[in-house]
Each structure stands twice: as structure tokens, then as C-alpha cells.
């Protein structure tokens, strides 16, 4: 599914990232659990967030709470 998505961000690049903005509640935080080096997809989730993250201010609040919380784990 990452891989997927990450397909479609490189294609769609600003038109993708706004879709998933607009669609999908806290579209960073369901992203950041395959942070995790250890599922292999960290390249593609990057690729997702560096889309979102420059255009939307409130999932990059998102995603600093995310990684406060859970940041240790």
C-alpha cells in the first residue's frame, strides 16, 4: 500500500498531496508508524511526506505530536 501511494505521489506530486490532505483526516499520523526502518518503506513514506508536509501546516503539527508521543518506541 506505501509503495502504492508513494507511485502516486512521485506522479501526481502537489495534486496528490492535496487529495490526501482534503480526504483524509491527519494524513501524516496514519503515515508515520512505517517510519519504522525495520518495514522497509521509509524511502516511500518520505516521498509522501515531503508533498505534505511543505504545503500543509497542520499535519506537520500532526506528524511533531506523532513523533513526541511515540518518537522513544
Known sequence: MI?????LFKK???E??????????NFTEKL????N?????L???FVCLYEILPIDPFNCHIL??????????
Do not use: S
Open 43 to 45: 524511502k516511500e513514506v
Open 32 to 35: 508515520a508508524p512505517y517510519i
Open 64 to 73: 511533531q505530536k506523532f513523533v513526541l508521543r511515540y518518537g522513544d518506541v
Open 3 to 7: 509503495k502504492a501511494l508513494a507511485y
Open 16 to 25: 496528490a498531496a492535496q487529495v490526501a490532505i482534503d480526504e483524509t483526516i
Open 12 to 14: 501526481y506530486q502537489e
Open 37 to 41: 526502518p525495520a518495514l522497509g518503506v
